[in-house]
C-alpha cells in the first residue's frame, strides 16, 4: 500500500511538472487572434485613427483614398464604398454631440447620487 502511495505521488509530480514545461512554452508562443466582419474591422480602424488625432473625417478620407487607389478592390466594392463614406461623414458630424450629451448624462447621473442639484425633496 506504501508503494502505491509513492507511485501516485510520483504520477502527480510528474503532472505537475509537465504543466509547469508546457505553462512556460505557451507564454513563449502567446498569440491572439481576433476574428471581425470587415464592417468590425472598418469601425476599428477609423476609431484607431481618430485616437492617434486625426479628426473622424480626416480618418474617413484616409480610408478612402487607400481604397480608391487599389487595384486589388473591385469596381463594385468601390462604388459601395463611395456609398457608405457619404453616410460615415454624415454621422460622423453627430459623433462629438452625441459624446458630450452622454458625458453630460453621467455627470448629471453622478452628481444625483452625491446630492447637490438634484435631490428629491
Same mark, same amino acid.
Given at each position: 500500500?506504501?508503494?502505491a502511495?509513492?507511485?501516485q ?5 510528474l503532472v505537475r ?7 512556460e ?16 474591422? #472598418? =469601425? /476599428?480602424?477609423?476609431l ?5 488625432g486625426?479628426? /473622424?473625417?480626416?480618418?474617413?478620407d484616409?480610408v478612402?483614398?487607400?481604397?480608391? #487607389?487599389?487595384d486589388?478592390?473591385?469596381v463594385?466594392a468601390?462604388?459601395s464604398?463611395?456609398?457608405?463614406k =457619404? ?12 459624446? =458630450?450629451?452622454?458625458?453630460? /448624462?453621467? #455627470? ?13 425633496v
Amino acid at each position: 500500500m506504501h508503494t502505491a502511495f509513492l507511485n501516485q505521488m510520483a504520477k502527480k509530480e510528474l503532472v505537475r511538472k509537465e504543466l509547469n514545461e508546457l505553462t512556460e512554452v505557451l507564454k513563449g508562443n502567446h498569440n491572439c487572434m481576433v476574428v471581425m466582419t470587415s464592417g468590425e474591422y #472598418l =469601425d /476599428f480602424l477609423l476609431l484607431m485613427k481618430v485616437r492617434s488625432g486625426m479628426s /473622424f473625417i480626416q480618418a474617413v478620407d484616409w480610408v478612402s483614398s487607400l481604397i480608391l #487607389l487599389s487595384d486589388e478592390i473591385s469596381v463594385n466594392a468601390k462604388k459601395s464604398w463611395n456609398t457608405y463614406k =457619404d453616410v460615415l461623414k454624415s454621422v460622423g458630424n453627430y459623433v462629438p454631440a452625441v459624446l =458630450d450629451a452622454v458625458t453630460l /448624462f453621467v #455627470l448629471a447621473k453622478e452628481m444625483k447620487k452625491g446630492g447637490g442639484s438634484f435631490r428629491e425633496v
